[in-house]
């Protein structure tokens, strides 16, 4: 696949399975996430990988910040077993004057986009998810993400359940203005 390619093919995979990322790959896939646009290099951002008892415990996590229903906590508990592996992308906002957090939170939305294209590149699949709990108190505590800094998503990894058909590309015309 040539780069070209990975950028006009690149699709969401939601139905994941085993094998994850073996530790070579994923070193390649958190390399990507830590190569994006950063302005003054701050690197506002933390990645928490979780695998194996790791997804049992944000499983636990999920469902005990949770104050859904019976019914909905059961959904709840399954979320983290989508995939065997899930990066949580969170933000470490730093003081500048110069680099407001709006742009830092940009910068790790980006992390979490190569570390999807990364994992394309590498024959996985990948997804990012986020949903009210990553804008929940309790989730964010548990996952230590401090002060103001927010969950920017939980990027599920694995390998697809089945091949996938490519969606058809999108129309640029509505979306693009020309100054010539
Ligand atoms: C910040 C962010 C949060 C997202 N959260 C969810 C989510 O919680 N659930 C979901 O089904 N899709 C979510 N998505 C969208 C999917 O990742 C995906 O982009 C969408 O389903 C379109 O599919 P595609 O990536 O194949 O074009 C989110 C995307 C972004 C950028």
Not at 48 to 58: E, H, I, K, S, Y
Request: hydrophobic share 40%.
């Amino acid at each position: 696949m040539t780069s070209i390619e990975l950028l006009l093919q690149r699709q969401s995979t939601p139905l994941l399975t085993t094998p994850a990322p073996n530790h070579h790959d994923l070193e390649t896939i958190l390399a990507a996430g830590m190569r994006v646009p950063d302005h003054a290099c701050l690197q506002p951002w933390h990645f928490t990988v979780v695998t194996g008892n790791g997804l049992q415990r944000l499983s636990d996590l999920l469902v005990q910040s949770s104050d859904s229903q019976s019914a909905n906590l059961e959904k709840i508990a399954k979320m983290p077993f989508r995939a065997p592996m899930i990066i949580v992308v969170t933000t470490e906002f730093v003081q500048h004057d110069k680099v407001p957090s709006q742009e830092q939170l940009i910068t790790a939305g980006c992390c979490a986009h190569a570390m999807q294209m990364a994992a394309f590149a590498l024959g996985y699949g990948a997804m990012w998810r986020t949903g009210e709990l990553a804008y929940n108190t309790k989730v964010k505590q548990g996952l230590v993400v401090k002060g103001h800094n927010e969950i920017v998503g939980f990027l599920y990894i694995g390998t697809p359940c089945r091949e996938q058909v490519l969606k058809a590309p999108k129309s640029f015309e509505n979306k693009v203005s020309y100054w010539q």
